[in-house]
């Protein structure tokens, strides 16, 4: 496991010295222990990232790079205003979609947490069974539930209620964050699950006992105290959504588009990787701006409520 | 009248429960109805029973060759993923280092930006480096997605279990080596197998990194996802969709069978 098998045994020599300085080291020997990991991080995080942010101040001329610094990318990315839109349109279907999947979410986990007295996990296996499909297929399932001849339409008009197939279903934002909800479910059961799980039950008895109802009870004893897991929950739904292109390929139609979709063709057909890269930068920044909103809003409510 | 009331009341949370239920199972249940019927078009009404879109699965090498891709990046991923998150976990939960809050952050980074991000990134730096896509540069970004899973899962479980133990081993004339397979290995085994099942899902499954930074040797998800745009293969797709499905229940059982007959687990506080 560590790296202190090889070494010579001969006193005052160099060796020597270094395995009892990383004998006696306990900051060392941990160190030694997270390298792997840093390492791995430092090649395949740090070092694309920097290569990302340096590729957004290049240029793409036919198949090659201008390596000088220039701001176009970034000028293009705020004068054409479909990237801006875009990418406001997709934090705000990324934020529908969580809020939509975290309100889903809480009653069910609310219920497995306080209602249900045995087999939690039996519950919870129950919760997730459902997304060991694969994700795309689970994304393809709401194409064949919503599609024109999907099996609402069909099934719909083999029941002999409609006569002609409602067009609507299929290829818009909404069919978009329905999916989503769906695919990113248990996502939000589980960090709110857990934090319901931890709350001590003698802290609802006593706000019983001092005299309030089941829902002052809930508002100002189980909500705050679960609200780390709504939190949690949020940002497992939000981040990952926002960049998603393969459910607005499938479902979203072309007013169903997101600036994953963007990105994604900017690598792709378009072939123009700087400014793909610069609308990425952009992307990211937005969404740590939003998290950061975020967190700073409900630390600020917890401290109202507390 | 109190005492005269029913001992079973309508439940509006089980009745919401029993909803909500439906809705996540719903759409995924039409996937292996549809890949028993003998139409080529995903809609009602049902045709024939039928078997052929499986006998299609089992007779296609292009799905094959995507599928043992996968198990076999998966599998690298897995066992490389969970070395890595064992020895980081042990490195922050049992000594004390300086910077550890933020290390852990930078390690866990890959949880909090979108995969896509991510993916194009290390296509740029794969490609600025002149290094050729392959499955092995798929195994690496996955590596990087799963090893923060791997350290969340082994950081509770070496959390969960009292340091003296270790300790007493040593004290006990062990040596640092003997002390992790006798006492740290058997008592984070749960973790290791939690770990490895997570994170081989987690690369098995796996679409956006794996769509960028591949080359003509797609993994299963790939395959999947070109398979899409063609009507006539759809159902092939669904009897695979439905056989993943069948599969996962049996090892998911299989590891919960394993679980409970190992080491009782206390309740852990993660994923």
Redesign the interface.
Same mark, same amino acid.
């Given at each position: @496991?560590?790296s202190n098998s090889h070494v010579s045994t001969l006193p005052g020599s160099f060796i020597f010295r270094l395995r009892r300085l990383y004998i006696k080291s306990? /900051?060392l020997?941990?160190? /030694? +222990? $997270?390298s792997?990991? +840093?390492l791995?991080?430092l090649v395949?995080?740090? @070092?694309? #990232?920097i290569? $990302?942010l340096t590729?957004s101040f290049w240029i793409q001329e036919y198949l090659d790079f201008i390596r000088t610094f220039s701001l176009k990318n970034y000028l293009d990315f705020f004068q054409k205003p479909i990237y801006t839109k875009i990418l406001f349109k997709s934090i705000r279907m990324s934020g529908m979609v969580t809020i939509v999947t975290v309100l #889903?979410a809480y009653? @069910?986990a609310?219920?497995?947490a306080f !209602?249900v007295k045995h087999n939690k +996990?039996i519950w919870l296996? &129950?919760?997730t069974?459902?997304f060991?499909? /694969?994700? #795309?297929? !689970?994304v393809?399932?709401?194409k064949?539930?919503l599609?024109y001849?999907?099996?609402i339409n069909?099934?719909l008009?083999?029941l002999g209620i409609l006569s002609e197939p409602l067009e609507f279903l299929l290829y818009n934002p909404a069919a978009v964050v329905i999916t989503l909800a769906?695919a990113w479910?248990a996502f939000a059961i #589980?960090?709110i699950y857990?934090s319901l799980?931890?709350i001590d039950r003698s802290l609802l008895e006593a706000s019983r006992d001092l005299g309030e109802n089941t829902f002052m009870t809930f508002m100002r004893v189980t909500l705050p105290l679960s609200l780390p897991g709504v939190i949690a929950a949020s &940002?497992l739904v939000f981040?990952?959504t926002?960049?998603?292109?393969?459910t607005p390929s &499938?479902v979203g139609g072309p007013r169903g588009i997101m600036i994953?979709n963007i990105?994604?063709s900017m690598?792709g057909k378009a072939q123009n990787?700087p400014l793909?890269?610069a609308i990425?930068v952009m992307? @990211?920044l937005t969404?740590t701006l939003m998290?950061c909103l975020f967190l700073w809003g409900t630390h600020n409510f917890r401290k109202r409520v507390a | 009248m109190k005492s005269n009331r029913p001992s079973w009341k309508p439940d509006g949370l089980l009745i919401y429960a029993a909803m909500y239920l439906t809705f996540i199972y719903l759409p995924v249940l039409f996937l292996p109805l549809f890949s028993f019927n003998s139409s080529t078009y995903i809609t009602f009404p049902l045709k024939d029973f039928t078997l052929k879109w499986y006998d299609k699965m089992i007779n296609s090498p292009d799905m094959h060759q995507a599928l043992f891709n996968s198990i076999k990046v998966g599998m690298v991923v897995a066992i490389l993923s969970t070395i890595f998150g064992l020895l980081a976990a042990k490195a922050v939960t049992r000594y004390r280092l300086k910077g550890r809050g933020p290390l852990v952050s930078f390690i866990m980074i890959p949880l909090v930006i979108p995969e896509i991000i991510l993916a194009i990134s290390l296509l740029i730096l794969i490609s600025q480096a002149e290094i050729p896509l392959s499955l092995w540069t798929v195994g690496f970004s996955h590596l990087l997605l799963c090893i923060p899973f791997s350290m969340l899962i082994l950081i509770s479980r070496m959390e969960g279990f009292d340091k003296s133990l270790e300790e007493a081993a040593m004290d006990l004339g062990e040596n640092a080596w003997m002390t992790f397979w006798r006492v740290t290995f058997p008592i984070v085994l749960p973790g290791i197998v939690a770990s490895l099942l997570l994170t081989f899902t987690i690369s098995f499954d796996e679409f956006v990194l794996a769509f960028f930074l591949s080359s003509t040797d797609p993994t299963l998800p790939i395959y999947i996802w070109s398979s899409l745009r063609f009507p006539t293969k759809i159902p092939a797709i669904l009897a695979l969709g439905a056989s993943i499905f069948v599969v996962s229940f049996f090892v998911v059982s299989f590891a919960e069978w394993l679980r409970r007959r190992g080491v009782k687990l206390e309740p852990t506080s993660g994923i």
């Amino acid at each position: @496991m560590t790296s202190n098998s090889h070494v010579s045994t001969l006193p005052g020599s160099f060796i020597f010295r270094l395995r009892r300085l990383y004998i006696k080291s306990e /900051s060392l020997r941990g160190y /030694s +222990l $997270l390298s792997p990991t +840093l390492l791995a991080m430092l090649v395949g995080l740090a @070092m694309p #990232l920097i290569v $990302l942010l340096t590729l957004s101040f290049w240029i793409q001329e036919y198949l090659d790079f201008i390596r000088t610094f220039s701001l176009k990318n970034y000028l293009d990315f705020f004068q054409k205003p479909i990237y801006t839109k875009i990418l406001f349109k997709s934090i705000r279907m990324s934020g529908m979609v969580t809020i939509v999947t975290v309100l #889903l979410a809480y009653p @069910m986990a609310y219920y497995i947490a306080f !209602r249900v007295k045995h087999n939690k +996990l039996i519950w919870l296996i &129950l919760i997730t069974v459902p997304f060991w499909t /694969s994700y #795309l297929l !689970r994304v393809f399932a709401w194409k064949i539930m919503l599609g024109y001849n999907g099996v609402i339409n069909s099934g719909l008009k083999t029941l002999g209620i409609l006569s002609e197939p409602l067009e609507f279903l299929l290829y818009n934002p909404a069919a978009v964050v329905i999916t989503l909800a769906h695919a990113w479910a248990a996502f939000a059961i #589980l960090p709110i699950y857990v934090s319901l799980e931890k709350i001590d039950r003698s802290l609802l008895e006593a706000s019983r006992d001092l005299g309030e109802n089941t829902f002052m009870t809930f508002m100002r004893v189980t909500l705050p105290l679960s609200l780390p897991g709504v939190i949690a929950a949020s &940002l497992l739904v939000f981040i990952p959504t926002v960049g998603d292109y393969v459910t607005p390929s &499938l479902v979203g139609g072309p007013r169903g588009i997101m600036i994953g979709n963007i990105i994604q063709s900017m690598f792709g057909k378009a072939q123009n990787w700087p400014l793909g890269a610069a609308i990425s930068v952009m992307s @990211m920044l937005t969404v740590t701006l939003m998290v950061c909103l975020f967190l700073w809003g409900t630390h600020n409510f917890r401290k109202r409520v507390a | 009248m109190k005492s005269n009331r029913p001992s079973w009341k309508p439940d509006g949370l089980l009745i919401y429960a029993a909803m909500y239920l439906t809705f996540i199972y719903l759409p995924v249940l039409f996937l292996p109805l549809f890949s028993f019927n003998s139409s080529t078009y995903i809609t009602f009404p049902l045709k024939d029973f039928t078997l052929k879109w499986y006998d299609k699965m089992i007779n296609s090498p292009d799905m094959h060759q995507a599928l043992f891709n996968s198990i076999k990046v998966g599998m690298v991923v897995a066992i490389l993923s969970t070395i890595f998150g064992l020895l980081a976990a042990k490195a922050v939960t049992r000594y004390r280092l300086k910077g550890r809050g933020p290390l852990v952050s930078f390690i866990m980074i890959p949880l909090v930006i979108p995969e896509i991000i991510l993916a194009i990134s290390l296509l740029i730096l794969i490609s600025q480096a002149e290094i050729p896509l392959s499955l092995w540069t798929v195994g690496f970004s996955h590596l990087l997605l799963c090893i923060p899973f791997s350290m969340l899962i082994l950081i509770s479980r070496m959390e969960g279990f009292d340091k003296s133990l270790e300790e007493a081993a040593m004290d006990l004339g062990e040596n640092a080596w003997m002390t992790f397979w006798r006492v740290t290995f058997p008592i984070v085994l749960p973790g290791i197998v939690a770990s490895l099942l997570l994170t081989f899902t987690i690369s098995f499954d796996e679409f956006v990194l794996a769509f960028f930074l591949s080359s003509t040797d797609p993994t299963l998800p790939i395959y999947i996802w070109s398979s899409l745009r063609f009507p006539t293969k759809i159902p092939a797709i669904l009897a695979l969709g439905a056989s993943i499905f069948v599969v996962s229940f049996f090892v998911v059982s299989f590891a919960e069978w394993l679980r409970r007959r190992g080491v009782k687990l206390e309740p852990t506080s993660g994923i």
